[in-house]
């Protein structure tokens, strides 16, 4: 890496191979006039980068699997939500302080905006306990939601989060009684993406007016939202909480909303990569 890099914004995670985040944030800089180069940093480990951090004068970066936990060490304030998750998404370096930030929750809940009418009284149901979880029990909490469904593959994991949450209760994995009973179902685990096995969970039994939100985006239509579809039910797709953290991200680094428009969407789309 070069010793300054005054102009610059990236990303810092392994693998980055997929990532639209260059893509989207680079768009945003062009449209909006700033002389900035958004790049991949793909790291081995973050002890490479961590001391250094300071004297490349960055001016700020994502951060993604699996480095959201490590970095905290490196940085010098976090905001509330950051601090709460243990977990940050997005530094500015506030003139040589290091800021930690965490969008994904702000990333979702833009999402969530989407669905027209979202019932906060009934449960939600959230399939996965790993790091993408517990951002998104936090989104919910801080969305109203007082019953919060957690079912996960192994079971220990999702433990952490009753413990911490008391809005969270533990399901069986695949328990067909929470699955039907939920007004919200959100997969945050890796199932449905690509080079992994598909989400196999039947919605022919829910109510007609609940709502499925995949956060996976890669591929848009994973078999969870084809199953939404088949069924007649309302979703969104893991683009719309990519496009929200990333707009989150923007606008703590530059003070600006930087805009979605149709080409942008079309423009992510058809960089997808699902091979
Ligand atoms: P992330 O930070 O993206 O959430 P992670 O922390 O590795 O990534 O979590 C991945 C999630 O997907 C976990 O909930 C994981 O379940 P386990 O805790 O049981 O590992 C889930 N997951 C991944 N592969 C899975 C599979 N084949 N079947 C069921 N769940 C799976």
Not at 214 to 231: C, F, G, R
């Amino acid at each position: 890496m070069n010793n300054k890099l005054y102009n610059t914004l990236g990303i810092v995670g392994n693998p980055l191979k997929q990532s639209l985040s260059p893509s989207l944030h680079n768009y945003w800089l062009k449209q909006n006039c700033l002389k900035y180069n958004y790049r991949k940093f793909q790291i081995n480990d973050i002890n490479d980068l961590g001391m250094s951090l300071k004297e490349f004068q960055i001016k700020g970066f994502n951060v993604t699997i699996p480095f959201k936990k490590e970095i905290i060490q490196y940085l010098d304030k976090l905001d509330k939500t950051s601090s709460v998750l243990q977990a940050v998404n997005t530094v500015k370096n506030n003139d040589g302080i290091l800021e930690g930030y965490n969008t994904d929750v702000s990333g979702f809940i833009t999402g969530l905006k989407y669905f027209r009418k979202l019932n906060i009284k009934k449960p939600a149901l959230i399939i996965g306990a790993g790091g993408a979880s517990e951002a998104i029990i936090y989104s919910l909490i801080s969305r109203g939601f007082k019953e919060i469904f957690v079912m996960n593959r192994t079971r220990k994991r999702a433990e952490a989060l009753e413990e911490k949450y008391k809005e969270v209760s533990i399901k069986n994995w695949m328990k067909m009684e929470a699955i039907n009973t939920s007004g919200l179902i959100v997969n945050t685990s890796s199932l449905g993406m690509i080079g992994y096995p598909n989400l196999l969970l039947s919605l022919k039994d829910v109510e007609k007016d609940t709502k499925v939100y995949d956060i996976v985006y890669n591929p848009l239509k994973t078999s969870l939202i084809l199953e939404a579809e088949k069924n007649n039910l309302e979703y969104v797709t893991g683009l719309a909480m990519f496009i929200g953290q990333a707009q989150n991200s923007f606008q703590i680094w530059f003070n600006i909303v930087p805009k979605v428009n149709s080409l942008l969407i079309r423009k992510l789309k058809s960089e997808i990569i699902t091979t």
